[in-house]
């Protein structure tokens, strides 16, 4: 399997009033070309500062990260679906390459295909607050996808849902996943999580992480 990613001995403190907390303590991990990693973990263990360290939201302290090529192009989604309620479902899709830059004819009729193509067809043209809490995690998916991601970081997407949709979800999330080949990291500290217990069931790598070490191997 190719390399896509090597974390080397890195570390984070914050630094606030209250003082310097330590939030990962010396990590090295590999990612895999598509592979998809579950990072398990206790709540405050670094999890989310991990990812937004990945997706360079935030610094590091010190260690190495190296992707294996440049211009790797990083897809963040968040515990919530962060849509934005004024504007329509193929709109909030749209946003990243906005972001990016122009948005061209062929980026709309991919995102529509897309909307299509994972049972959002009759919402294309809705808004947000139509839309329940499973579909909009799946729309926040696929806004994360449109802008063609090598690797996709997803920060606990099922923990706001309620139990039937997260069971639901996390089936559709890992097809999506699966069916558009993409590399990705998701955590989570909830060991019910439905994605947790399919991650082992699929034998997908699943990273059980504190902030002072982690394995492979899940420790039970
Ligand atoms: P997790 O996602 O695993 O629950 P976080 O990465 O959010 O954990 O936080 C790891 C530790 O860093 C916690 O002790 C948390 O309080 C602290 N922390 C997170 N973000 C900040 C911040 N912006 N400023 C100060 N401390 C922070
Ligand atoms: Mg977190």
Request: aromatic content about 10%; proline content about 3%.
């Amino acid at each position: 399997m190719k390399k896509l990613l090597e974390i080397k001995n890195l570390k984070k403190y914050y630094h606030d009033i209250s003082g310097e907390t330590l939030a990962i303590d010396n990590i090295s991990l590999n990612i895999y070309e598509n592979e998809f990693i579950s990072i398990v973990g206790t709540s405050g263990c670094g999890k989310s500062t991990l990812l937004s360290i990945l997706a360079s939201l935030e610094d590091k302290s010190s260690g190495t990260i190296s992707f294996d090529r440049n211009n790797i192009k990083i897809g963040y989604m968040l515990q919530n679906d962060s849509l934005f309620p004024w504007r329509n479902i193929l709109d909030n899709c749209l946003i990243g390459l906005e972001i990016n830059g122009k948005v061209t004819d062929d980026d709309k009729k991919n995102v529509i295909k897309l909307l299509k193509k994972y049972d959002l067809a009759d919402f294309i043209y809705k808004y947000p607050s139509e839309l329940s809490g499973g579909m909009k995690q799946r729309v926040a998916l696929i806004r994360t996808l449109a802008i063609n991601p090598d690797i996709l970081l997803l920060d606990e997407p099922l923990s706001a849902l309620d139990y039937q949709t997260r069971l639901s979800l996390s089936d559709d999330l890992y097809a999506i996943i699966k069916q558009e080949k993409k590399t990705a990291v998701m955590v989570t500290h909830d060991l019910g999580e439905p994605k947790f217990k399919k991650s082992l069931f699929y034998n997908n790598p699943c990273i059980w992480y504190s902030s002072k070490s982690w394995s492979r191997t899940i420790p039970w």
